[in-house]
Nanobody, 131 residues
Framework: QVQLVESGGGLVQPGGSLRLSCAAS????????IGWFRQAPGKEREGISC????????YFADSVKGRFTISRDNAKNTVYLHMNSLKPEDTAVYYC????????????????????????WGQGTQVTVSS
């Protein structure tokens, strides 16, 4: 069964940090660019970061640029989203997904990650930033 599983969410105070993990089962992540999205209540799903399959290329939305980083450990079949200087507006359910082929390139060209460009969505992990 092809599946992505997110973990690492939780409650954190403003200014704090979290590391989210996106682990694959049933397939190898090596050949996929992986994207991270988030969705807050009442808002559309927002693409925030993406990492290429082999060249290390990345994309970050303006809303997280300078605060979040992304990395991958293909030996562990896992992609990580490192979130620093968290703000209350970062509160959302965070999802990872595989790039269908043009997601990262589109994001780098147009400055936006399009959800239809991604697939094999995980179930999400809740991040709450609050004092």
């Amino acid at each position: 069964q092809v599946q992505l599983v997110e973990s690492g969410g939780g409650l954190v105070q403003p200014g704090g940090s979290l590391r989210l993990s996106c682990a694959a089962s049933g397939f190898t992540l090596d050949y996929y660019a992986i994207g991270w999205f988030r969705q807050a209540p009442g808002k559309e799903r927002e693409g925030i970061s993406c990492i290429g399959s082999s060249d290390g290329s990345t994309y970050f939305a303006d809303s997280v640029k300078g605060r979040f980083t992304i990395s991958r450990d293909n030996a562990k079949n896992t992609v990580y989203l490192h979130m620093n200087s968290l703000k209350p507006e970062d509160t959302a359910v965070y999802y990872c997904a595989t790039d269908r082929g043009m997601g990262l390139a589109t994001a780098q060209a147009l400055g936006v990650m399009m959800p239809p460009d991604f697939g094999s969505w995980g179930q999400g992990t809740q991040v709450t930033v609050s004092s």
